[in-house]
C-alpha cells in the first residue's frame, strides 16, 4: 500500500476580496498541486509528516499526526506576500507503526523536491520527522558540503536508539549516521530547558560538540549575542537545515504540544533568528515539528505555527 497520500486540494479555501483584485490574495489562491513529473517552476513545496509513531514510544501524547491538515487549514485563508511559487505535494503518512518505512518515504520525496530545485518546508507530526527531513538532504548533497543543523527545542533529542527510534532519538540519529559516513556533526540546539534534559543528556551534547543556549539565555537583550554565535555557527557550514520543535515556545503561547514549556522563548526571539538564517543563503530545507491540534485552545497553536511558516517562506 502506498503511504504518501497525494493531497485534497480542497483544504486550500477561504475569504475572497475581489474588490482589492490581486492586492487581496491568500494562499488558497496561489498554492498548486505539486507536479509528479517535475517541470514545475522553483518554489516553495509544503510536505506533511503525518505521524506521531515516535511520539507515542517516546511516552508523548499523541495528536501530533493531524498536524500537517490543520495547519494547511490555517495557512489557507493567510494572505499573500510571496514573490515566489508553492507547491503541495502531499503526506507521508505512518499508519502501520513502520516508522523507519516513513522516514524512507519523506526522505524520498524531500530529495526528490530538493533534485528539483525546491525548498522544502515539511509539516509535522512529531519530532521524529527531523530524521527523515535530514536524511533527504543528505541523500541529496551525497558528501556536497558541510550541513549544520539548527534546532530550536526545548530538549537536545539525543536519547540513544535502543530498539527503536522516537521523538526523542533523531539527533542521535543523525549524529550515528554522520560518524557512519565519516561527515561532521554539526548541531545547534537554541532554547534547551534545563529541567526536561537530563545530565546524561547535557553530557552526550557535550560529547557531539553540540552549541547550545539554554532559554533562560534566550531573551530579546541577548539578541546581538545570539546573532553573532549564529554568524559563527553559520560560517562553518555549507548548508543549513532548520528545525523547529513548536514547544519551545511558552506554553501561553504554543498550548498544543506534547510538552508545554514552563518558561519558552518568544517569538520577538525566535523570528529574528529565522530571518537571519535565512539571510544566510544556505537554508536548504525546514521543518515544523510537536503540533498537536487535539490539545489546542482555539486554534491559537495552528495561528502560531501557521505564522511561522510565513516567516520561513517570505
Not at 485534497?8 to 487581496?24: F, I, N, T, Y
Not at 519523506?106 to 519530532?127: I, N
Not at 548533497?141 to 539525543?158: C, E, K, S, W, Y
Not at 523547529?244 to 514552563?262: C, E, F, N, R, T
Request: hydrophobic letters at 45%.
Amino acid at each position: 500500500m502506498d503511504k504518501f497520500h497525494p493531497v485534497d486540494m480542497s483544504v486550500w479555501q477561504g475569504r475572497q476580496d475581489p474588490e482589492d483584485g490581486e492586492l487581496a490574495l491568500r494562499w488558497h489562491d496561489k498554492v498548486q498541486p505539486w507536479p509528479q513529473a517535475g517541470h514545475a517552476a522553483p518554489g516553495v513545496a509544503l510536505v506533511g509528516f503525518a505521524c506521531d509513531e515516535g511520539v507515542r514510544r517516546n511516552k508523548g501524547r499523541v495528536g501530533a499526526a493531524g498536524a500537517p491538515l490543520a495547519v494547511r487549514k490555517l495557512l489557507a485563508n493567510s494572505a499573500w506576500h510571496l514573490g515566489r511559487p508553492v507547491y503541495d505535494s502531499g503526506d507521508v503518512n505512518c499508519e502501520d507503526g513502520d516508522l523507519d518505512a516513513a522516514h524512507g518515504r519523506l526522505a524520498e520525496r524531500v530529495a526528490s523536491l530538493l533534485d528539483e530545485g525546491h525548498f522544502p518546508l515539511v509539516l509535522g507530526g512529531g519530532h521524529e520527522v527531523a530524521f527523515g527531513s535530514w536524511s533527504g538532504l543528505n541523500r541529496h548533497l551525497a558528501g556536497r558540503g558541510r550541513v549544520g543543523i539548527i534546532n530550536f527545542d526545548a530538549h537536545f533529542d539525543l536519547r540513544m536508539k535502543l530498539e527503536q527510534a522516537s521523538s526523542g532519538t533523531p539527533f542521535f540519529q543523525i549524529a550515528e549516521q554522520c560518524a557512519a559516513q565519516v561527515s561532521p556533526f554539526t548541531y545547534a540546539c537554541l532554547g534547551v530547558a534545563e529541567t526536561a534534559n537530563t545530565r546524561a543528556l547535557f553530557a552526550r551534547a557535550e560529547a557531539l560538540g553540540v552549541w547550545h543556549v539554554l532559554d533562560e539565555a534566550m531573551t530579546p537583550a541577548e539578541l546581538p549575542a545570539l546573532l553573532s554565535g549564529l554568524d559563527a555557527f553559520i560560517a562553518r557550514c555549507d548548508h543549513l537545515y532548520l528545525t523547529i520543535d513548536l514547544d519551545v515556545l511558552p506554553a501561553a503561547v504554543m498550548p498544543g504540544v506534547s510538552a508545554p514549556a514552563a518558561r519558552g522563548v518568544e517569538l520577538a526571539v525566535i523570528e529574528p533568528l529565522i530571518a537571519h538564517i535565512r539571510a544566510s543563503g544556505k537554508l536548504r530545507l525546514a521543518d515544523l515539528a510537536e503540533y498537536n491540534p487535539s490539545l489546542d485552545q482555539d486554534n491559537r497553536s495552528a495561528r502560531v505555527a501557521a505564522r511561522l511558516v510565513h516567516q520561513l517562506t517570505k
